[in-house]
């Protein structure tokens, strides 16, 4: 057992001030520190002076096997990205070897994220992720425009999928991802997902996430009439936006960017969650999300294909300034209570909350300059003051270990 004191503990709904926690694997009791020392006589005492406490941050929507990208795709145009991932793919898949993905998990929890969604494209990142000590709802992703290879596009994706339960664990959960409405056949996506409902387990598709897709979908031109021409030889859509939804209807799925989404989609989605992943969204120039569209909605970096940074509290910061209507006080508490408590949830993770009988998962931020500021200000305030002033935690432990502990 540990016990750890920190001046300010985020639950993340409300906040504790000067409490300490008392740990091993879960989070076994939260009170007064000297109440907590005589109660557990026998534990290892950890002081974090001028320290927040916090839960770590679970990112719903990453692509890790493009994590070798920096500036090799481009951006301010979604096609033109694309066929710039076209042209490169091979050469960064390369480059995304183990150790590249290894890092890559480290970092994450570095900057205090230890759960992820991760969107897998081919597998290479399978043994990297069942091994890493990040939790991880591993999406075995499905593409294929053709119809006339729609059994080798399934076969691919089946194998893949039952690699990937070989690894199943607490903290490992295999999952279904079809890409998205104008790259996988109505067949193919039916396929996959009885899967997904034989398997129980969660889906993720991109869908709306340009004008160009919603042109494409709609009329059958646009900038994507030219690309699958080139491609696949194809001229018309191959799904009607409305009747590819309907497949989705009785499976749990995660909607990501839904951007250029029209009211009838809406509807269809309205008990959802939708990934918002607002740099992603900007670097590609596909604008921004009406926030006020979903009931339910995530916060995620997408990977570091469509991104500079994988970091959470970057993403948070940016969505902050993105959506500049929204009062930036109840905004920012809510966009914490989502990157922990509510997306650890949605994942299926006992994790993202300090209350009792979660996991100890949890980060602490440190203000050298002191931490008497920050107690007198409004409870509100702090969760902003916490996201402006922080890019890392200075400690991150998972399941009760400390992961890191940064020497400055
Ligand atoms: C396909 O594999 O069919 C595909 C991939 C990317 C965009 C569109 C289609
Ligand atoms: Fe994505």
Known sequence: MKILFSNLIL???????DKAIAFDKKIKDIDDLETLKARYPQAEVLIYENSILLPTFANPHVHLEFSANRTTLSYGDFLTWLYSVISFREELLLKCNQSCLEETLSTLIEYGTTAIGEISSYGDDLVACANSKLKVVFFNEVIGANPATVDISFASFLERFKESQEFKSERFKPAVAIHSPYSVHYVLAKKALNVAKSEGCLVSVHFMESLAEREWLDKGTGEFAKFFKQFLNQTRPINDPLEFLELFEDVPTLFVHMVYANKREWEKVKDSTIIHCPISNRVLG???LDLSKPKH??????????????????????????????PILPFAKELIVKAT?????????????????????F????????????KKKEEMEIYLQLLLHTSKPKAVFIEGENFLERRK
């Open 297 to 326: 909605y995530l916060i995620a970096t997408d990977g570091l294909s469509s991104n500079y940074s994988l970091n959470m509290f970057e993403e948070l910061k940016a969505t902050l300034f993105v959506h500049p209507h929204y």
């Open 341 to 361: 408590k509510e997306a650890h949830k949605v994942l299926g993770f006992e994790a993202g909350e300090i209350v009792k009988g979660k996991l100890a998962d």
């Open 286 to 288: 596909n604008g921004v």
């Open 363 to 374: 980060q602490i931020i440190s203000f050298e300059e002191g931490i008497e500021h920050f």
């Open 11 to 17: 639950t993340p709904d409300i906040i504790l001030y």
